[in-house]
């Protein structure tokens, strides 16, 4: 383990701090919100917002375990304050000559993983970080860490309209001006706040919608009255595991972000096409008669196999169509039995579901 060493600039850092008058204050909503954000979006059990004071680490916000402060030496983000411009990524702390050793690694809650987002005051000062960590080793890709990014930015935003709002108290006759900053920053963080919120519907690696847009078009398709019923199709990558296996799981990736692609081609038109986790998308067609959809999956199937990529890559698909009386959870359930039909009669076809 390795102590964390002071930044250059340690006084005026602390001074920019302090001005916030935010340490050792009550939690606060909006900061719990974007914590539980990030963790979404980076699928991690543990997360924080951490404010680095001159000798502790302070908790605005901590979720997945208990506690209010921890001595600095012992802090991950008084290591990432060190590199205000940069993400810091520890894909397993036990491997990290800065951690190893850590308390909060050898002992509970046996931190593996970490990512942190410096916290930057409107100089550039670091003063904490918004970071996400868990007790299994990761690794953050691409859009997660753009997202860990920017919802940093939120938390910034957010500590300087608390600040504004303590000068609002203090300089009354400026009240306007002061007012009309404020509606700016929270119109900032309401657009920010809707853009993230998309994020949390949107699959990050396929771009696709995700499991919580489908279940919400599913609901919102079956209760709008003089809708026809919906046809839902489950497709699966047969042999996927063997795909990672023998050509590793980049290229596993690039086989599921091709069959995105001819997904939202043949289906963003009309109706939707989601992933529902892993190497399983699922297709919602409204007001679809069985035979339709049929050869719609019919069509799909024939296209993944034509796919220019270089590997054999076919998809097994179970298709239902929603009938009245059922939740859409019931019609999912129709549609994975069907799957299993197909992939138990040699995989590469489409099965009804009875």
């Keep these: 383990m390795i102590k964390p060493p002071l930044p250059a600039n340690e006084a005026e850092r602390l001074a920019a701090l302090q001005r916030y008058r935010i340490l050792d204050t009550a ?25 680095i004071d001159r000798d502790r680490q302070w908790f605005k916000s901590l979720q997945g375990l208990e506690g209010e402060q921890t001595a600095r030496d012992d802090a991950f983000c008084a290591h990432a304050i060190l590199q205000p411009g940069q993400l810091t990524v520890v894909p397993d702390a036990r491997l990290d000559a800065r951690f190893c050793g850590n308390p909060a690694v050898v002992g509970g809650p046996n931190i593996r993983f970490y990512a942190g987002a410096p916290l930057l005051s409107s100089e550039g000062h670091p003063l904490g970080t ?12 691409t ?50 706040n809707l853009e993230l919120s998309e994020q949390t519907r949107t699959d990050p690696l ?40 023998i050509h590793g799981h980049g290229e596993g990736d690039r086989v599921l972000t091709e069959l995105a692609d001819v997904l939202r081609a043949q289906f963003s038109g009309r109706g939707m096409a989601a992933r529902f986790g892993g190497e399983e998308f699922v297709i919602l067609m409204p007001d679809t008669p069985l035979q339709q959809a049929q050869l719609q999956c019919e069509y799909l199937r024939e296209a993944v196999r034509l796919l220019p990529i270089g590997l054999p890559v076919s998809v097994s698909i179970g298709l239902a169509v929603h009938r009245d ?17 197909a992939k138990a009669q040699g995989r590469d076809r489409v099965v009804v579901a009875d």
């Design 27 to 51: 939690r606060e909503q909006e900061f719990e919100d974007l914590v539980s954000i990030a963790r979404t979006l980076c699928g991690t059990s543990m997360g924080a917002v951490t404010l």
């Design 130 to 141: 918004l970071c996400v960590f868990d007790a299994l080793p990761a690794h953050l890709g």
């Design 143 to 192: 859009p997660q860490a753009e997202a860990l990014r920017a919802l940093a930015r939120q938390v910034s935003r957010m500590m300087e309209m608390r600040l504004l709002r303590l000068q609002i108290d203090h300089h009354q006759q400026e009240q306007d001006w002061y007012e009309a900053r404020l509606a700016e920053y929270y119109r900032q963080l309401e657009q920010t």
């Design 206 to 245: 396929t771009g696709l919608p995700n499991r919580r847009a489908l279940a919400a078009a599913m609901s919102a398709l079956i209760e709008s009255p003089g809708e026809g019923a919906p046809a839902v199709a489950i497709v699966d990558i047969d042999h996927f595991k063997m795909v990672n296996d």
């Design 325 to 341: 009386g059922e939740t859409p959870s019931d019609t999912l359930r129709r549609a994975d039995v069907a799957l299993y039909q």
